[in-house]
């Protein structure tokens, strides 16, 4: 009984455990010494700058230019607007132009007493300012003051964990209907050509609907086709599977490479940009406490689906079809009707993340989605679903996305070679597989 509580309890959580002890291994192995660029930040440098430079003293300051850097200067600038010392130029740039701002100061021959700068452009300063000095003695003597430092892992920085929700979101939000899908025992190769089918379609039809300045209406009604369009795409693909009895790989396959052409055929081969730039509202936008729009839209999608796998019939028709197909039928659920629910869902969904795609870029591009099919099935499989039919969560399929999120992202932080990470993305799924058989196998030999 302690076994089968272990195993029960292994098949429940296992892949929230895995989860949690990547994250806590690239957390480990990513920690570096920080240099905050907060308007906090800039409050605290701005106080000692004022405790540790004498009255009246002339200081510079200069920002190495990026994201939050400009906040940075501007915060420090109205913090010591009103305090002794005088500022006599602020440069946010790149290393030619600190050069630059020292040079010039030091050719009007007053005294520079502080440099208040971030720790990229400081390490500029401490390689340089001696070698300045000599030729501008009064620069030789300026104090360089920066933000204390501390030590924290880049994985636990809250813009790295936002990228990693946001890139995993398109891929989540699809796995919804692929894990329905293989819980009744197949499989949809087609979704990341739907993808690309879908922006060309939505930014075809916002350009045919407004021109060359399409309103949010327009932006809309764009979307809404490319979802439909694949929507009637996965019908298409469900009536192969019931009507004419074509195993889902073939039929998928060949959706696959027809959507991936139609895509390039209605594009001419080319990007085609939105004009309008809330299209990027769902691809780009963050509206509930910095969230991205995308991930907002994904755990919404994630609750609703949970509910209805839990708490329906259909769902409970979905898992009978998967377990038995020949039981289910007899046992009277409508078994061709839902397996073309659980392939026009998926087409829709497809549709949805490729108007996700296309908003984040604003063009609709025949080349994305490439290999998306495989990161969604990587996704459910690492997630816990099994590829016999059957078996399978929902929030599983989340977690497995984040794994395979995490992985991704650890790998880039940690700069693991390209090539390698495809050689353990691959090692991850096989594992997986590995797992899932092992786990049939002991629910056929506790049934036994």
Known sequence: ???????????????????LLLCIGFSVVTIKEQSPTSAAAAEQLAKRSES???????????IWQGEDRELFAKTLSETLANSPVTIAKTTIGQAADARKTLEDFGNSGEELSGILTD?????????????????HPNLAKAKILQPESYRWPNFLKR???????????????????????????????SVGSLIALSGVITALSIQSLGGDAPTTGHLWLGALAGVLVCGLAGLFTGGLVTLFGIPAFIATLGIMFSARGLAFIFADSEPIAVQNESFGWLGRGRDFFGLPNSVILMLILYTI???????????????????????????????????????????????LGGVMEASLHTTGDPKSG??????VIAAVVVGGTSLAGGQGKILGTLIGAFIIAVINNGMNLTGVESHMQNVIYGAVILIAVIIDRLKSQGIRLRKQ
Not at 52 to 57: F, Q, Y
């Open 119 to 135: 720790k990229r452009m400081g390490d500029f300063c401490n390689d340089n300012l001696h070698k300045l000095g000599k030729t």
């Open 305 to 351: 689906a949970h509910v209805l796998m839990t708490r329906t019939s259909i769902g409970r028709y979905i898992y009978a079809v998967g377990g038995n197909r020949e039981a289910a039928r007899l046992s009277g659920v409508p078994v061709k009707w839902v397996l073309l629910f659980v392939y026009t869902l998926t087409g829709l969904l497809a549709g």
């Open 52 to 62: 540790e430079l004498p009255v009246g003293s002339n200081i510079i300051i200069l």
């Open 370 to 375: 490439e290999l998306v099919e495989l990161k």
């Open 159 to 189: 813009g790295n964990l936002l990228n990693i929700m946001k890139q995993i979101s398109v891929v989540a939000i699809i796995a919804i209907g692929m894990t329905m899908i293989i819980i009744t025992a197949g499989i949809d190769l």
């Open 1 to 19: 009984m302690k076994n089968i509580g272990y195993a029960k309890l292994f098949s429940d959580y296992g892949t929230l455990v895995v989860l």
